[in-house]
């Protein structure tokens, strides 16, 4: 029984990471090219390197409220070693929680290869999707956020896409399907960061499967920020919040 | 009751974090320097934020084999979202293993701090450190390795904390105290690369608390290849080691 | 807004849960009643309590090598606190790993509710139930173990069922199944520990959404003694397992 | 290289824990005794079997704001499995939340050999130790808490050890602590439910080490209870409190 792996080649003095030599990436290619060579195998065009840099930036953080701030936040506030609470925000990326790049990304993926078996249009296909979705009651994931009406870091990431010519139908779909929103429902859902990030990574060719590991490794640094505050400038088990709550559960009795 | 911090503002369609808007952070800063700022405060200087990409980019992989990717790896193979597989390989992240950064920088900062308070110099203060910590037959953390006798991620570090102009008297008391190693035990325990990172960190004048922070932001991302590696060529499940179990708890036995 | 809950009440020196006081539980409910209770909200009748406390004990412990298992105890020799250490194993808790239980619950839920709809008894709706599954060459979960043919676990489990009057159409159905199962495809694909659970679980009224959590609770006890053996009778960092590794990634290259 | 482990045999259709074959243990034996047995290696006495029942009973659930409620309920809201979730909860496990047991153990088990050592009884150790503490600003773990003056918990603990004949040397130091505080400091600090069980099982025999062991053990039928709640009674990403942020970082500023 062989364990085959296409990652590294460990030996004594030698380290192969999809093929270069460990030391000749280490300040040779930025940080962000090397983690778009571990999820794409190649090392990327500088555009396409400075795409993902982009990216990796857009996910880094978003204030102390996210699931994942707040839940590294709550451990260490537990007295624990850094990387057990930076962990533990990280479990609460989710199907709810950074999903809809993952999601987004394999609906625009499915979009496009539709497109093309049924030899559409961009606009065309984009009617028949929202179409669909309405009538299913179905929520197309990536449009719409809670707090921004034109979310800063969506706009930097197409502006960036255009200039860096990775832009292509993904991208073009997702801006269609904002359109064909506000036309059927009459309501305006901008792309928001995930949706943008699901265009993007889709035009640039990854796997829909790798959506959530995009945010995961941008938001892994701001987490550590986080649990490092709360270690030097909190106490441990101080109050966070104010929770208002109330037992609606059997009321008081005795044991049968 | 409020909670103050420095990391991130939130408002609607405005995001700063450390104080710069993050539409322009992301593109026109990398995102290894925005990790610096993350952990610094400040954003790194050209020489400071190419050595911090340089130790990011030192931590991303070590193959299958450690505890990082063994528990991501397994855990993954129980047929979990990639976040949980990833964040499990973190868990691993303890005194242990990466626990030699942390505490070498510790290790080192505390000896500049007495060296200057005793009016030694760097040598001076290697030949005590060694002395005690062999007479007390306590291990100096960050020295030795179980694979590597030169370890091309250090040599390369340390060349470019030279060329960077990063290298200062943390570095210098990490290489004074591997040859009184040598010397005051005849043994040859080179800097590691923990080590190496200890030192180099220290020298930009990281608090040592953050020392399993560098390894957890680099290796996140091989922790990320493993779980998509497992996910997409393995079968859930599959055995991946070979494992000689030797059963020598109590015998066989009725119920009392 | 209001936070409501049905779980506990607190107020000072005044602990309810799910109605009853604390202090009233504590030495008089046995601790594997009280599990039932919080998951179904009363509690149980001797014999119901009986039944889950027989469950949990099913699941502590399979040796060293699931998934399970193996995360907590390698994550144990990176060095860090017990319960960092136990919660790596459950995050291995997935779709491949006790995830039977929960699908296997709702396949026979759902198989009940059809049984009922199409007025079928028991033996026509496994019938059926096979014949689709065999023709769709989709594994029915909770049949089959990798080690045990006639795991002892599984036939205590049933017999429990018998005597303790909790036997009912779930885990009829699951032995129809089992039979079904040898005459379409000739093989023998014995009910395992986790397709126990599932039909034990359903016949007590138990939502299949908490068919992992039966396991998760009764393994916890396993994961805290394997990581407490760990660290104390092994060294940090060991090498558990032989693994033989092929790279078979990108051979050796200069940077472009 | 053999692995060798006192816990579980496994062999085809044959499963020993402790020497115990697991259909025998299954049903006959309380799941808590088994619980017992897992971290002690023998079966307890029908005494001590029910103490350790009550020490899990004591430890299943204080509502929804402890660290370990709110991380997994905040996780579980992220869209993940319930593993997932309650695994989160457990990382909050730490030396301040539910440390207290741990250190508490160790202090009372360091006092009392430390007594026998130096000739001493109980009241004298006690006001040797509290004097100590008191000269050192050293808080003694396991006195205190935060709601409850009188933990309904703790008094129920201290009864059934009586009952159970369970209580020996480490309860009776433990409460000439209590005494001493009061005495030496003018403040009412009464044992909680930590130090309780702290005492309780150090007069059980148990390793400190364990002492995170039963709280874990026991809240996390608490922590599945909230995950399922969470996920079947609520949205994904719903807020769950208010906080009151403010950003007292770097003032809006230009890139450099």
């Known amino acids: 029984m062989k364990w085959k792996t296409k990652i590294t080649k460990v030996e004594p003095n030698h380290l192969l990471t999809k093929g270069y030599r460990q030391e000749d990436l280490i300040g040779n290619i930025p940080f962000s090219h090397v983690v778009y060579m571990l999820l794409k195998n190649e090392l990327p065009t500088e555009e396409y390197g400075h795409m993902m840099d982009a990216i990796l930036t857009a996910c880094i953080d978003h204030g102390v409220t996210p699931p994942t701030a707040m839940a590294s936040r709550i451990v260490a506030s537990g007295g624990v070693p850094l990387p057990t609470a930076v962990a533990a925000g990280i479990l609460s990326i989710g199907d709810a929680h950074g999903g809809a790049i993952e999601k987004g990304a394999k609906f625009l993926q499915d979009g496009i290869s539709r497109m093309k078996k049924e030899g559409k249009n961009i606009d065309k296909i984009a009617e028949v999707l929202v179409k ?88 892994v640094a701001g987490l550590t920020a986080h649990v490092y505050e709360e270690q030097t400038e909190f106490k441990p088990m101080r109050q966070m919040f104010t929770v208002d709550v109330e037992y609606i559960g059997a009321s008081e009795k005795d044991l049968p």
Chains 1, 2, 3, 4 share one sequence.
């Open 132 to 219: 669909e979705a309405v009538s299913q009651k179905k929520r197309i994931l990536g449009f719409g956020h809670r707090i921004h009406t034109s979310d800063p870091r969506t706009k930097k990431l197409f502006i960036l896409a255009d200039e860096l010519k990775v832009s292509k139908e993904h991208i073009a779909l997702s801006m269609a399907i904002e359109k064909e929103l506000e036309k059927q429902t009459g309501k305006k859902l901008p792309i928001n960061v995930d949706g943008a990030i699901a265009a993007i990574t889709s035009d640039m060719g990854f796997d829909w499967r790798l959506g959530k590991a995009f945010f995961l490794i941008g938001r």
